[in-house]
Protein backbone atom coordinates (compact mmCIF):
# COMPACT_ATOMS: atom_id res chain seq x y z
CA UNK A 1 0.00 0.00 0.00
CA UNK A 2 1.58 3.38 -0.84
CA UNK A 3 2.13 5.95 1.50
CA UNK A 4 -0.46 8.66 2.54
CA UNK A 5 0.87 12.29 3.72
CA UNK A 6 -0.08 12.47 7.39
CA UNK A 7 -2.39 15.65 7.33
CA UNK A 8 -1.69 16.83 10.87
CA UNK A 9 -3.71 19.30 12.62
CA UNK A 10 -1.66 22.47 13.93
CA UNK A 11 -2.89 24.74 16.92
CA UNK A 12 -3.49 28.09 15.86
CA UNK A 13 0.07 30.12 15.19
CA UNK A 14 -2.87 33.30 15.76
CA UNK A 15 -4.79 34.42 18.68
CA UNK A 16 -7.88 32.35 18.42
CA UNK A 17 -10.84 32.00 20.58
CA UNK A 18 -11.10 28.58 22.54
CA UNK A 19 -14.31 26.70 20.86
CA UNK A 20 -15.74 23.17 22.00
CA UNK A 21 -15.43 20.40 19.63
CA UNK A 22 -18.48 19.58 18.50
CA UNK A 23 -18.35 15.79 19.34
CA UNK A 24 -16.51 16.62 22.46
CA UNK A 25 -13.45 15.66 21.06
CA UNK A 26 -9.91 17.25 20.90
CA UNK A 27 -6.73 17.18 18.32
CA UNK A 28 -4.07 17.14 21.47
CA UNK A 29 -0.38 16.63 20.07
CA UNK A 30 -1.60 14.86 16.86
CA UNK A 31 -4.25 12.78 18.79
CA UNK A 32 -8.01 12.91 18.57
CA UNK A 33 -9.40 12.72 22.14
CA UNK A 34 -13.15 13.09 23.01
CA UNK A 35 -13.96 14.85 25.42
CA UNK A 36 -11.15 17.59 25.50
CA UNK A 37 -11.56 20.98 24.14
CA UNK A 38 -10.40 21.81 20.51
CA UNK A 39 -8.25 25.10 20.12
CA UNK A 40 -8.69 26.16 16.43
CA UNK A 41 -10.68 27.63 13.75
CA UNK A 42 -12.71 27.75 10.55
CA UNK A 43 -13.95 24.16 11.91
CA UNK A 44 -17.92 24.01 11.56
CA UNK A 45 -19.90 23.14 14.34
CA UNK A 46 -20.19 19.20 13.55
CA UNK A 47 -22.01 18.68 16.34
CA UNK A 48 -24.66 20.44 15.46
CA UNK A 49 -24.56 20.24 11.42
CA UNK A 50 -23.54 16.51 11.52
CA UNK A 51 -25.24 14.91 14.40
CA UNK A 52 -29.04 14.49 12.86
CA UNK A 53 -27.18 11.96 11.15
CA UNK A 54 -25.11 9.85 13.72
CA UNK A 55 -28.54 10.59 16.00
CA UNK A 56 -30.85 8.71 13.40
CA UNK A 57 -28.56 5.63 13.58
CA UNK A 58 -27.69 5.77 17.42
CA UNK A 59 -31.56 6.18 17.80
CA UNK A 60 -32.48 3.25 15.48
CA UNK A 61 -30.01 0.75 17.27
CA UNK A 62 -31.04 2.19 20.64
CA UNK A 63 -34.86 1.00 19.41
CA UNK A 64 -33.68 -2.41 17.96
CA UNK A 65 -31.28 -3.28 21.18
CA UNK A 66 -34.43 -2.94 23.47
CA UNK A 67 -36.36 -5.89 21.49
CA UNK A 68 -32.95 -7.40 21.84
CA UNK A 69 -32.44 -6.67 25.84
CA UNK A 70 -36.38 -7.70 26.67
CA UNK A 71 -35.84 -11.25 24.53
CA UNK A 72 -32.49 -12.00 26.48
CA UNK A 73 -34.23 -11.22 30.01
CA UNK A 74 -37.24 -13.83 29.88
CA UNK A 75 -34.79 -16.39 28.31
CA UNK A 76 -32.01 -15.73 31.31
CA UNK A 77 -34.24 -15.88 33.84
CA UNK A 78 -36.04 -19.17 32.19
CA UNK A 79 -39.74 -18.68 32.10
CA UNK A 80 -39.72 -17.75 28.32
CA UNK A 81 -38.02 -19.81 25.56
CA UNK A 82 -38.44 -18.22 22.30
CA UNK A 83 -38.26 -20.90 18.68
CA UNK A 84 -35.76 -20.64 16.33
CA UNK A 85 -37.20 -17.70 14.46
CA UNK A 86 -37.30 -15.02 17.91
CA UNK A 87 -33.82 -16.73 18.16
CA UNK A 88 -32.29 -15.54 15.41
CA UNK A 89 -34.49 -12.16 15.56
CA UNK A 90 -32.64 -11.60 18.93
CA UNK A 91 -29.19 -12.43 17.82
CA UNK A 92 -29.34 -10.02 14.76
CA UNK A 93 -31.22 -7.24 16.38
CA UNK A 94 -28.33 -6.97 18.85
CA UNK A 95 -25.71 -7.86 16.36
CA UNK A 96 -27.08 -5.63 13.22
CA UNK A 97 -29.67 -3.57 15.06
CA UNK A 98 -27.52 -2.31 17.90
CA UNK A 99 -23.73 -2.91 17.41
CA UNK A 100 -23.87 -2.23 13.41
CA UNK A 101 -26.35 0.89 13.46
CA UNK A 102 -24.53 2.08 16.96
CA UNK A 103 -21.23 1.89 14.74
CA UNK A 104 -22.57 3.58 11.73
CA UNK A 105 -23.10 6.60 13.76
CA UNK A 106 -19.81 6.52 15.54
CA UNK A 107 -18.34 6.24 12.36
CA UNK A 108 -19.65 9.41 10.95
CA UNK A 109 -18.37 11.44 13.84
CA UNK A 110 -15.23 9.53 14.23
CA UNK A 111 -14.55 10.46 10.14
CA UNK A 112 -15.52 13.84 10.79
CA UNK A 113 -13.39 14.80 13.85
CA UNK A 114 -10.74 17.74 13.42
CA UNK A 115 -12.26 18.95 9.89
CA UNK A 116 -14.67 21.25 8.36
CA UNK A 117 -17.55 19.44 6.46
CA UNK A 118 -18.91 20.65 3.44
CA UNK A 119 -22.88 21.02 2.62
CA UNK A 120 -22.84 18.23 0.12
CA UNK A 121 -21.30 15.66 2.54
CA UNK A 122 -23.11 16.58 5.41
CA UNK A 123 -26.00 15.64 2.94
CA UNK A 124 -24.95 12.81 1.89
CA UNK A 125 -24.27 11.49 5.83
CA UNK A 126 -28.02 11.83 6.10
CA UNK A 127 -29.27 9.40 3.11
CA UNK A 128 -26.73 7.29 4.71
CA UNK A 129 -28.02 7.18 7.97
CA UNK A 130 -31.42 6.74 6.51
CA UNK A 131 -29.80 4.35 4.13
CA UNK A 132 -28.26 1.89 6.64
CA UNK A 133 -31.30 2.44 9.45
CA UNK A 134 -33.77 1.41 6.87
CA UNK A 135 -31.69 -1.97 5.59
CA UNK A 136 -30.87 -3.23 8.92
CA UNK A 137 -34.63 -2.48 10.20
CA UNK A 138 -35.59 -4.77 7.32
CA UNK A 139 -33.21 -7.38 7.96
CA UNK A 140 -34.10 -7.38 11.24
CA UNK A 141 -37.68 -7.58 10.81
CA UNK A 142 -37.22 -10.50 7.90
CA UNK A 143 -35.52 -13.18 11.00
CA UNK A 144 -38.19 -12.01 13.57
CA UNK A 145 -40.95 -12.83 10.81
CA UNK A 146 -40.00 -16.51 10.03
CA UNK A 147 -42.25 -18.25 7.94
CA UNK A 148 -45.15 -15.36 8.14
CA UNK A 149 -44.17 -14.49 4.58
CA UNK A 150 -45.21 -17.42 1.79
CA UNK A 151 -41.57 -17.03 0.55
CA UNK A 152 -39.93 -19.97 2.52
CA UNK A 153 -37.63 -17.31 4.40
CA UNK A 154 -36.64 -15.70 0.81
CA UNK A 155 -36.88 -12.01 2.50
CA UNK A 156 -33.75 -12.51 4.46
CA UNK A 157 -31.54 -12.86 1.34
CA UNK A 158 -33.38 -10.00 -0.63
CA UNK A 159 -33.15 -7.60 2.59
CA UNK A 160 -29.55 -8.90 3.49
CA UNK A 161 -28.86 -7.87 -0.05
CA UNK A 162 -30.33 -4.31 0.10
CA UNK A 163 -27.84 -4.08 3.18
CA UNK A 164 -25.12 -4.84 1.02
CA UNK A 165 -25.29 -2.32 -1.16
CA UNK A 166 -25.58 0.07 2.00
CA UNK A 167 -22.47 -1.25 2.76
CA UNK A 168 -20.68 -1.03 -0.02
CA UNK A 169 -21.99 2.46 -0.51
CA UNK A 170 -20.59 3.31 3.09
CA UNK A 171 -17.71 2.04 2.86
CA UNK A 172 -16.85 3.67 -0.20
CA UNK A 173 -17.90 7.23 1.78
CA UNK A 174 -15.25 5.78 4.11
CA UNK A 175 -12.60 5.23 1.46
CA UNK A 176 -13.12 8.86 0.03
CA UNK A 177 -13.24 10.52 3.27
CA UNK A 178 -10.28 9.10 4.45
CA UNK A 179 -8.39 11.32 1.92
CA UNK A 180 -9.11 14.02 3.77
CA UNK A 181 -8.34 13.37 7.32
CA UNK A 182 -5.44 12.74 9.17
CA UNK A 183 -5.04 8.83 9.18
CA UNK A 184 -5.57 7.65 12.30
CA UNK A 185 -5.34 3.91 14.13
CA UNK A 186 -8.84 4.26 14.87
CA UNK A 187 -9.92 5.34 11.51
CA UNK A 188 -7.69 2.94 10.04
CA UNK A 189 -9.15 -0.11 11.97
CA UNK A 190 -12.98 1.22 10.92
CA UNK A 191 -12.09 1.23 7.53
CA UNK A 192 -10.84 -2.46 7.69
CA UNK A 193 -13.83 -3.44 9.89
CA UNK A 194 -16.26 -2.53 7.76
CA UNK A 195 -14.28 -4.33 5.00
CA UNK A 196 -14.82 -7.73 6.67
CA UNK A 197 -18.41 -6.72 7.39
CA UNK A 198 -18.49 -6.56 3.64
CA UNK A 199 -17.52 -10.13 3.03
CA UNK A 200 -19.57 -11.40 5.93
CA UNK A 201 -22.41 -10.09 4.63
CA UNK A 202 -22.04 -11.60 1.27
CA UNK A 203 -21.59 -14.84 3.43
CA UNK A 204 -25.02 -14.11 5.25
CA UNK A 205 -26.85 -13.83 1.75
CA UNK A 206 -25.54 -17.16 0.49
CA UNK A 207 -26.53 -18.36 3.63
CA UNK A 208 -30.09 -16.99 3.45
CA UNK A 209 -30.67 -18.76 0.12
CA UNK A 210 -29.09 -21.96 1.01
CA UNK A 211 -31.46 -22.00 4.41
CA UNK A 212 -34.63 -21.02 1.91
CA UNK A 213 -34.13 -24.54 0.50
CA UNK A 214 -33.16 -22.59 -3.01
CA UNK A 215 -29.65 -22.98 -4.61
CA UNK A 216 -26.95 -20.33 -5.00
CA UNK A 217 -25.77 -20.30 -8.91
CA UNK A 218 -22.27 -21.24 -9.49
CA UNK A 219 -21.83 -22.79 -6.03
CA UNK A 220 -22.06 -26.48 -5.02
CA UNK A 221 -23.74 -27.59 -1.59
CA UNK A 222 -20.80 -28.37 -0.35
CA UNK A 223 -19.52 -25.11 -1.18
CA UNK A 224 -22.33 -23.51 0.19
CA UNK A 225 -22.78 -24.91 3.53
CA UNK A 226 -18.86 -24.31 4.09
CA UNK A 227 -19.60 -20.79 2.87
CA UNK A 228 -22.73 -20.68 5.46
CA UNK A 229 -20.61 -21.58 8.24
CA UNK A 230 -18.20 -19.13 7.42
CA UNK A 231 -20.99 -16.33 8.29
CA UNK A 232 -20.75 -15.86 12.21
CA UNK A 233 -17.07 -16.00 12.74
CA UNK A 234 -16.45 -13.66 9.92
CA UNK A 235 -18.76 -11.12 11.12
CA UNK A 236 -17.69 -11.53 14.76
CA UNK A 237 -13.77 -12.18 14.66
CA UNK A 238 -13.32 -9.84 11.11
CA UNK A 239 -15.96 -7.06 12.08
CA UNK A 240 -16.65 -7.05 15.56
CA UNK A 241 -13.17 -7.46 17.10
CA UNK A 242 -11.50 -5.10 14.48
CA UNK A 243 -14.44 -2.28 15.31
CA UNK A 244 -14.37 -2.83 19.06
CA UNK A 245 -10.13 -2.53 18.94
CA UNK A 246 -11.20 0.72 16.68
CA UNK A 247 -13.62 2.37 19.25
CA UNK A 248 -11.42 1.64 21.94
CA UNK A 249 -8.62 3.74 20.42
CA UNK A 250 -10.71 6.60 19.40
CA UNK A 251 -12.19 6.92 22.96
CA UNK A 252 -8.96 6.72 24.77
CA UNK A 253 -6.82 9.24 22.38
CA UNK A 254 -6.04 8.26 18.52
CA UNK A 255 -2.82 8.69 17.29
CA UNK A 256 -1.82 8.85 13.85
CA UNK A 257 -0.66 6.36 11.96
CA UNK A 258 2.45 7.53 11.31
CA UNK A 259 3.46 8.14 14.92
CA UNK A 260 1.66 4.56 15.88
CA UNK A 261 3.20 1.66 13.58
CA UNK A 262 2.33 -0.44 16.51
CA UNK A 263 -1.20 0.16 16.18
CA UNK A 264 -1.11 0.05 12.55
CA UNK A 265 0.34 -3.63 13.09
CA UNK A 266 -2.35 -4.48 15.46
CA UNK A 267 -5.22 -3.46 13.12
CA UNK A 268 -3.75 -5.13 10.26
CA UNK A 269 -3.06 -8.42 12.55
CA UNK A 270 -7.06 -8.53 13.62
CA UNK A 271 -8.17 -8.26 9.86
CA UNK A 272 -5.61 -10.97 8.55
CA UNK A 273 -6.92 -13.20 11.31
CA UNK A 274 -10.61 -12.44 10.19
CA UNK A 275 -9.54 -13.08 6.65
CA UNK A 276 -7.56 -16.68 7.48
CA UNK A 277 -10.69 -17.84 9.07
CA UNK A 278 -12.87 -17.13 6.28
CA UNK A 279 -10.28 -18.83 4.16
CA UNK A 280 -10.53 -21.89 7.14
CA UNK A 281 -14.10 -22.37 6.51
CA UNK A 282 -14.25 -21.46 2.87
CA UNK A 283 -11.81 -24.17 2.26
CA UNK A 284 -12.19 -26.72 4.41
CA UNK A 285 -9.14 -26.19 6.34
CA UNK A 286 -10.03 -25.28 10.03
CA UNK A 287 -7.24 -26.94 11.09
CA UNK A 288 -4.28 -25.99 8.95
CA UNK A 289 -5.45 -22.23 9.47
CA UNK A 290 -7.30 -21.86 13.02
CA UNK A 291 -4.43 -21.76 14.73
CA UNK A 292 -2.60 -19.33 13.19
CA UNK A 293 -5.43 -16.94 12.86
CA UNK A 294 -6.15 -17.04 16.44
CA UNK A 295 -2.64 -16.17 16.82
CA UNK A 296 -2.87 -13.31 14.91
CA UNK A 297 -5.93 -12.45 16.78
CA UNK A 298 -4.15 -13.08 19.60
CA UNK A 299 -1.41 -10.88 18.81
CA UNK A 300 -3.13 -7.97 17.64
CA UNK A 301 -5.33 -7.82 21.17
CA UNK A 302 -1.93 -8.47 23.47
CA UNK A 303 -0.44 -5.41 21.04
CA UNK A 304 -3.43 -3.04 21.67
CA UNK A 305 -3.40 -3.87 26.01
CA UNK A 306 0.77 -3.83 26.03
CA UNK A 307 -0.09 -0.10 24.11
CA UNK A 308 -2.95 0.99 25.95
CA UNK A 309 -1.77 -0.61 29.59
CA UNK A 310 -1.08 2.85 31.22
CA UNK A 311 -4.78 3.28 30.53
CA UNK A 312 -5.84 0.28 32.54
CA UNK A 313 -3.59 1.43 35.60
CA UNK A 314 -5.09 2.13 39.01
CA UNK A 315 -4.79 6.19 38.28
CA UNK A 316 -5.68 5.84 35.13
CA UNK A 317 -9.42 4.91 36.14
CA UNK A 318 -9.34 7.89 38.65
CA UNK A 319 -11.63 10.77 37.21
CA UNK A 320 -11.18 9.17 33.42
CA UNK A 321 -15.21 9.53 34.09
CA UNK A 322 -17.06 8.22 30.68
CA UNK A 323 -13.41 7.01 30.09
CA UNK A 324 -14.27 4.02 32.34
CA UNK A 325 -16.54 2.74 29.15
CA UNK A 326 -13.39 1.67 26.91
CA UNK A 327 -11.65 0.43 30.16
CA UNK A 328 -14.33 -1.77 30.31
CA UNK A 329 -14.42 -3.13 27.37
CA UNK A 330 -10.42 -3.65 27.48
CA UNK A 331 -11.00 -6.23 30.69
CA UNK A 332 -13.81 -7.99 28.82
CA UNK A 333 -11.98 -7.87 26.09
CA UNK A 334 -9.10 -9.86 27.55
CA UNK A 335 -11.27 -12.42 28.68
CA UNK A 336 -12.99 -12.45 25.56
CA UNK A 337 -9.20 -13.92 23.67
CA UNK A 338 -9.23 -16.17 26.65
CA UNK A 339 -12.08 -17.89 25.99
CA UNK A 340 -11.39 -18.14 21.92
CA UNK A 341 -8.50 -19.62 22.76
CA UNK A 342 -9.83 -22.54 24.99
CA UNK A 343 -12.50 -22.55 22.48
CA UNK A 344 -10.23 -22.94 19.55
CA UNK A 345 -7.79 -25.55 21.99
CA UNK A 346 -10.89 -27.75 22.70
CA UNK A 347 -11.44 -28.09 18.70
CA UNK A 348 -8.56 -28.63 17.39
CA UNK A 349 -7.71 -31.24 19.96
CA UNK A 350 -11.28 -32.67 19.12
CA UNK A 351 -13.31 -32.11 22.44
CA UNK A 352 -15.38 -29.75 20.74
CA UNK A 353 -17.97 -31.17 18.46
CA UNK A 354 -19.50 -28.13 16.61
CA UNK A 355 -22.17 -30.05 14.87
CA UNK A 356 -23.36 -31.70 18.20
CA UNK A 357 -22.17 -29.21 21.07
CA UNK A 358 -22.67 -30.73 24.90
CA UNK A 359 -24.63 -27.91 27.11
CA UNK A 360 -21.14 -27.15 28.38
CA UNK A 361 -19.38 -26.41 25.01
CA UNK A 362 -23.25 -24.53 23.98
CA UNK A 363 -22.54 -23.02 27.35
CA UNK A 364 -19.02 -21.39 26.57
CA UNK A 365 -19.68 -20.98 23.20
CA UNK A 366 -22.68 -18.69 24.22
CA UNK A 367 -20.72 -16.73 26.64
CA UNK A 368 -17.82 -16.31 24.26
CA UNK A 369 -20.42 -14.06 22.23
CA UNK A 370 -22.35 -12.46 25.18
CA UNK A 371 -18.61 -11.03 26.37
CA UNK A 372 -17.70 -9.94 22.92
CA UNK A 373 -21.67 -8.43 22.24
CA UNK A 374 -22.36 -6.65 25.76
CA UNK A 375 -19.07 -6.73 27.40
CA UNK A 376 -16.96 -5.11 24.78
CA UNK A 377 -18.84 -3.51 21.94
CA UNK A 378 -21.86 -2.73 24.00
CA UNK A 379 -19.50 -0.86 26.51
CA UNK A 380 -17.48 0.69 23.87
CA UNK A 381 -20.75 1.92 22.20
CA UNK A 382 -22.43 3.82 25.36
CA UNK A 383 -19.00 5.44 25.66
CA UNK A 384 -18.90 6.64 22.12
CA UNK A 385 -22.57 8.20 22.78
CA UNK A 386 -21.61 9.36 26.62
CA UNK A 387 -18.28 11.33 25.03
CA UNK A 388 -20.43 12.46 22.27
CA UNK A 389 -23.22 13.71 24.14
CA UNK A 390 -22.02 14.83 27.57
CA UNK A 391 -18.16 14.40 26.97
CA UNK A 392 -16.20 12.90 30.11
CA UNK A 393 -19.07 14.11 32.90
CA UNK A 394 -21.09 10.93 34.41
CA UNK A 395 -24.38 10.86 35.45
CA UNK A 396 -26.49 8.54 37.53
CA UNK A 397 -27.36 5.99 33.75
CA UNK A 398 -24.14 6.27 33.09
CA UNK A 399 -23.32 4.68 36.75
CA UNK A 400 -25.86 2.41 36.36
CA UNK A 401 -24.83 1.02 32.70
CA UNK A 402 -21.15 1.08 33.68
CA UNK A 403 -21.26 -1.17 37.32
CA UNK A 404 -24.82 -2.80 36.39
CA UNK A 405 -23.68 -3.64 32.77
CA UNK A 406 -20.38 -5.17 34.31
CA UNK A 407 -21.31 -6.90 37.32
CA UNK A 408 -24.22 -8.50 35.47
CA UNK A 409 -23.01 -9.43 32.52
CA UNK A 410 -19.80 -10.86 34.31
CA UNK A 411 -22.45 -13.09 36.07
CA UNK A 412 -24.06 -14.02 33.28
CA UNK A 413 -21.06 -15.22 31.52
CA UNK A 414 -20.11 -17.34 34.42
CA UNK A 415 -23.55 -18.65 34.73
CA UNK A 416 -22.93 -20.30 31.11
CA UNK A 417 -19.76 -21.00 31.81
CA UNK A 418 -20.47 -23.10 34.66
CA UNK A 419 -23.56 -24.48 32.86
CA UNK A 420 -25.75 -23.25 35.87
CA UNK A 421 -28.93 -21.69 36.04
CA UNK A 422 -29.22 -19.99 39.57
CA UNK A 423 -26.21 -17.31 38.00
CA UNK A 424 -28.27 -16.68 35.15
CA UNK A 425 -31.49 -16.13 37.05
CA UNK A 426 -29.40 -13.55 39.38
CA UNK A 427 -27.69 -11.40 36.62
CA UNK A 428 -29.85 -11.39 33.79
CA UNK A 429 -32.16 -8.76 35.04
CA UNK A 430 -29.67 -7.18 36.60
CA UNK A 431 -27.84 -6.91 33.16
CA UNK A 432 -30.60 -6.28 31.09
CA UNK A 433 -32.34 -3.47 33.25
CA UNK A 434 -29.04 -1.53 33.36
CA UNK A 435 -29.14 -1.72 29.24
CA UNK A 436 -32.70 -1.01 29.43
CA UNK A 437 -32.06 2.55 31.76
CA UNK A 438 -28.84 3.01 29.48
CA UNK A 439 -31.30 3.08 26.25
CA UNK A 440 -33.99 4.92 27.87
CA UNK A 441 -31.84 7.60 29.50
CA UNK A 442 -29.77 8.03 25.86
CA UNK A 443 -32.87 7.97 23.80
CA UNK A 444 -34.34 10.97 26.04
CA UNK A 445 -30.69 12.78 25.85
CA UNK A 446 -30.71 12.83 21.84
CA UNK A 447 -33.46 14.44 21.98
CA UNK A 448 -32.38 17.58 22.98
CA UNK A 449 -30.65 20.23 20.89
CA UNK A 450 -26.89 20.16 19.86
CA UNK A 451 -25.25 23.06 22.01
CA UNK A 452 -24.70 26.21 20.33
CA UNK A 453 -20.88 27.44 19.81
CA UNK A 454 -20.45 30.12 21.42
Not at 87 to 111: D, K, N, S
Not at 357 to 371: C, E, K, M, N, Y
Amino acid sequence: MAAVPILRIRPCTRPCRRQPHPHGAAVAQGRIVPGATHLGEGTTDDRRRLWPAARMAFTGALVLFVTTIVTGIFNGIDVYSPDRDVLMGHVHAGTLGWITLALTGATLLVFTDGRAIPAAEIVQARWLAKAMTGAVFLLVAAFYAGDAFPSERFTRPITGTILLAVVVWFLAWIVRFQRDVARTVARLGLQLAFASMLIGTVFGIILGVATSDRVVPGLSATTTDAISQAHPASMVIGFLLLAACAMIEWLLGDPPIGESPSGVFQMWMLFVAGILVNIAFVLRVEDALIPPANGAMIAGVVMLIARRRHDLEPSAWRGAGTGWFPRIGMIFLIGYVALLTIIVIRVASGSIDIDTLSPQDRGLVIALDHTMFIGVMTNTLFGALAATLHGRAVGMVDRILLWGGAVGTAGFVAGLILVEALPKRIFTPIMGLALLLGVVGYLMEMRRPAPQQP
